[in-house]
């Protein structure tokens, strides 16, 4: 279902939750922990709300972050290259 984007910005906070919860596993990417908070602010600066997730300690050094689309995953997957699948033992 493919919601326009002015409605999407007038999406309550239960309203992104469910929305996610319609493209979640989505475009998966792992990264180690020591990161969260460059992570998640580079997914605040460039992308909106609805379009990603992070689950916390998804393995013991590491967090999952989810996206609605492939390419916000590659390009953060890029950014972040270095650290991609460490903390995962």
Request: aromatic share 18%; with cysteine.
């Amino acid at each position: 279902m493919d919601i326009p984007f002015t409605d999407k910005m007038k999406m309550t906070p239960v309203e992104i939750s469910e929305y996610k919860m319609r493209w979640k596993p989505g475009h998966v990417v792992d990264v180690h922990s020591d990161l969260h908070i460059q992570c998640k602010d580079w997914c605040r600066k460039n992308l909106n709300r609805w379009e990603w997730s992070m689950d916390k300690y998804t393995y013991v050094y590491a967090h999952t972050f989810r996206f609605e689309l492939e390419e916000y995953a590659y390009q953060f997957r890029m950014k972040f290259k270095d650290w991609v699948d460490k903390g995962k033992t």
